[in-house]
């Protein structure tokens, strides 16, 4: 044999060692194939998905809470206003600012000023709730009055912005929470049993 096939060879063989000993090559196993491939997500998407899992995490409507009983003699008042940040994204919701297009149309509120009002404030007689027991349903409904300066700036045909400067949007929103109804008796420590 002539050195140069023996040289190929061995240079060969010590190029497929460093290959294989420097991870260019991986060992069969589970891939995802083309899923294994990271595609960005627009930030437009982000912001959606941000909003929801906070909105999911802040103020999680699927849930139902279950307070304690209701002491006899006393007066039932909600004290869980609604919070500005739930007012103005159930405005947001109703009225929304980023539906614009940038340059074209783009919206915009300053000034903002919310008067929380509370119109109703009862609870329900008991009744049986499968899987929870015998509750009342209180209910407190908010009438909240959202004043403020309302700008749209528009750029195409002819560039110019419309001011109003007497705003106002009226949203409504609910807090609606169980109270368990008898002589409660959670076990051991119970910090909210009625006696």
């Known amino acids: 044999m002539s050195k140069t096939i023996i040289y190929t060879s061995i240079l060969s063989l010590v190029a497929g060692a460093m290959m294989f000993s420097a991870g260019c090559v991986g060992l069969p196993g589970t891939s995802l194939g083309p ?24 103020y999680n409507y699927n849930k139902t809470v279950i307070l304690a009983p209701i002491p006899p003699g006393t007066e039932h008042i909600a004290l869980d206003t609604p ?13 929304p600012t ?35 027991g015998p509750l009342q349903l209180h209910h ?42 008898g002589n409660v008796d959670n076990g051991k420590g119970n910090s909210f049993a009625a006696e």
């Open 140 to 181: 407190a409904h908010y009438k909240c009055t959202i004043y403020f300066k309302d700008i749209v700036h528009v750029g195409w045909p002819i560039p110019h912005t419309i001011t109003n400067e007497d705003a106002c949007e009226v949203v409504y929103i609910d807090h609606d929470h169980y109270h368990m109804v």
């Open 98 to 132: 980023k539906n614009g297009i940038p340059f074209l149309e783009t919206r915009e509120r300053t000034n903002v000023k919310i008067v929380k009002e509370k119109i109703a404030d009862y609870v329900d007689p008991p009744r049986v709730v499968p899987l929870a």
């Open 35 to 58: 899923l294994s491939v990271p595609v960005p997500v627009p930030s437009s998407l982000q912001d959606q998905y941000e909003d929801q899992a906070f909105e999911k995490e802040r």
């Open 83 to 95: 919070s500005d940040d739930e007012v103005m994204r159930a405005l947001e919701k109703a009225r």
